[in-house]
């Protein structure tokens, strides 16, 4: 089975390099945020401004992020697809109902994906996110953590099925890659064969502590949540 897969079902995450022109996007976005001095882009509001309204910066990143998850859940669904073993219990025939994965353009209009996916920036110098799992097929995460950081990306280790201690994502990755976690979309649609890995972002694992960093002491992050309607439920 593909590496992608395999690395999902065994460890819940994916390592992706990306090129220096997306890393300087993506690094470019999270600095303007970070002059901000907030938690999250676009805020939690009842009316958040629509993708059009967003400053160019901000619309760079999600361009570029959905140009890496896009790819990532069609890769994840082709490999499916084409798996020979027995350890594949995946339903393909759902797969296929409710998405045109033949297609080479799948999920990449921004505009029409916006409706079901979002993005956000986030500056934890200000914040922090609890335990959760995301309600998606697939989540890519950019990172910029300073070395002397204490918040960081935990998530819980997945085997046979059971959630098991946690662990620092953060040593996995730098800013030459992004991170991918399935979501509960995605192991819905396989049955659970791709699990959806519960992850937080604090200065302990799975703990809702709350402090502002230091100064020179920031994790700043931008992660797009990639969804799509279904054609059927």
Known sequence: MNQLVSSIRSRGFAVIPISHEVQTVLKTGLTTWSLEKKFRYPPVVEHPPGLNEWRKEYRDCYDSLLGIAAPCFHRLCTDLMHASDDKNPVDLGKLRR???????????????????????????????????????????????????????????????????????VDKHT???????????????????????????????????????????DNRLSAALVLSAPLKER
């Open 174 to 216: 730098d800013s030459s890659r992004v991170i991918v976690f399935a979501g509960e979309e995605m192991n819905k649609l396989t049955d659970g064969f791709i699990p959806a890995i519960e992850h937080s972002v604090g200065e302990e694992a799975g703990n809702n502590v709350n402090t502002l960093s230091i100064e020179g």
């Open 98 to 168: 409710h998405f045109d994965l033949e297609s080479s353009t799948l999920l990449t209009s921004p505009q029409s994906v916006f409706t079901t996916s979002f993005m956000n920036l986030f500056n934890y110098r200000w914040g922090f996110l609890g335990p959760h799992r995301d309600r998606c097929l697939v989540t890519v995460i950019f990172t910029m953590t300073e070395e002397r950081c204490s918040k960081r990306l935990w998530a819980r280790r997945v085997s046979d099925g059971m959630q098991g201690e946690w662990f620092d």
